[in-house]
C-alpha cells in the first residue's frame, strides 16, 4: 500500500509538471508559409457560348507557387481541453499571394491540344516527307506546300501563354491538436492543425495570343480553402485545396484584326464580355512559426 501511494504521489507530481510546463506548446503561432502548387486548373464551362458552342474549355498549370503570412489565435488561454491536447480558434492570413504559369495547350472539350497536335504531327511530320503534291497534279509544288517535319499547331501555339496572379487575405476556423502532450520530451511539441477559410482575392489573368500579343482581365474571386499541417516547434508541413470562380472583366485594348488578319484570335472573342472561370488548385505547403 505505501508503495502505491508513493507511486501515486510520484504520478501526480509529475503529472503537475508536464501540465505547467505544456502551455509552452501552444506558443509559435504566427509565421509565414511558402506553398508550391502542384496542380490548377482554370476552366470555362460555357466557353463561347454567345457563339451558339457551349464547349468546356480547361487550362491546367506547368507550375505555382504562393506566400502567405498571418496569425492563429487559439482558444482557451494557457492549458487546453482533454489533458491538454486539444485547443480551438480563428487562422488569419494576414497577406496572401499566388502565382501560377499555365501550360500552353488547353483542354477542348475534354480533348487535349496537345494530343491533337501530336497525331498531327504524326500525319504531317516525322521521318516521312509528306507534301500535298504527292497527290499528283492540281496540288502545287512541294516548295508552295512545304509541310516538311514541322508540327504546325505547335508552331501555332508557341507564343501562347496564360498566368494567373491573385492577391488577398483570408480567415476561418482552426482546430489544433497535441496528441502527445502528456510526455516530457520534445515528442510533447507534436501538433496536428486542421483549418479552413474564406479567402476574397483579387486575380489577374495575363495571357498572350498566337502574335505574342499581351492581354489581362481580373475579378473580385472569392475563394475557399481546406487543409491540414503538422506542426513541430517552429516547423510547419502541410497540405491544401482552394476552390474559387468569377466572372473575368477585360482589362486589356482587346485585338485589333483587319485584312490581314480576318480571323479574331482567343482575345478577340472574350474580350467583349464577362467570362466566368473557376479554379482549383491542389499545393503543399511548408512553413515557419515564431
Given at each position: 500500500m505505501r508503495r502505491f501511494l508513493l507511486a501515486a504521489a510520484?504520478?501526480?507530481v509529475a503529472l503537475g509538471a508536464y501540465s505547467q510546463g505544456d502551455a509552452s506548446i501552444w506558443k509559435?503561432?504566427?509565421g509565414i508559409t511558402i506553398g508550391f502548387i502542384t496542380h490548377q486548373s482554370l476552366n470555362n464551362d460555357d466557353f463561347l457560348g454567345e457563339?451558339?458552342?457551349?464547349?468546356?474549355?480547361?487550362?491546367n498549370?506547368?507550375?505555382?507557387?504562393s506566400f502567405t503570412s498571418g496569425n492563429t489565435y487559439l482558444w482557451p488561454k494557457g492549458e487546453g481541453w482533454a489533458g491538454n491536447r486539444i485547443k480551438v480558434g480563428v487562422d488569419v492570413r494576414w497577406f496572401d499571394v499566388s502565382f501560377v504559369k499555365y501550360s500552353k495547350y488547353p483542354k477542348i472539350g475534354g480533348v487535349d491540344l496537345k494530343d491533337f497536335a501530336n497525331a498531327v504531327d504524326?500525319?504531317?511530320g516525322g521521318d516521312d516527307y509528306w507534301s500535298p503534291s504527292d497527290f499528283g497534279d492540281g496540288w502545287g509544288d512541294d516548295e508552295d506546300y512545304d509541310y516538311g517535319e514541322e508540327d504546325y499547331l505547335d508552331s501555332f501555339v508557341d507564343k501562347i501563354g496564360n498566368m494567373q496572379v491573385q492577391i488577398g487575405m483570408g480567415?476561418?476556423?482552426?482546430?489544433?491538436?497535441?496528441?502527445?502532450?502528456?510526455?516530457d520530451n520534445a515528442a510533447r511539441f507534436l501538433r496536428v492543425n486542421i483549418y479552413g477559410h474564406f479567402d476574397p482575392q483579387t486575380s489577374v489573368v495575363i495571357s498572350k495570343d498566337y502574335q505574342g500579343d499581351l492581354h489581362g482581365s481580373w475579378a473580385f474571386l472569392p475563394t475557399w480553402d481546406f487543409g491540414g499541417n503538422i506542426q513541430w516547434k517552429n516547423f510547419v508541413v502541410g497540405v491544401e485545396g482552394r476552390w474559387g470562380s468569377a466572372k473575368y472583366s477585360d482589362i486589356s485594348q482587346g485585338g485589333d484584326?483587319?485584312?490581314?488578319?480576318?480571323l479574331p484570335g482567343l482575345d478577340d472573342l472574350?474580350?467583349?464580355r464577362k467570362v466566368s472561370w473557376r479554379n482549383a488548385s491542389f499545393r503543399v505547403n511548408v512553413g515557419f512559426r515564431f
Open positions: 510520484c504520478g501526480l509559435n503561432n504566427k457563339l451558339g458552342v457551349k464547349t468546356p474549355f480547361q487550362y498549370s506547368s507550375y505555382g507557387f504524326n500525319v504531317f480567415v476561418g476556423p482552426q482546430v489544433s491538436i497535441a496528441p502527445l502532450a502528456h510526455l484584326y483587319g485584312y490581314e488578319d480576318e472574350i474580350s467583349s
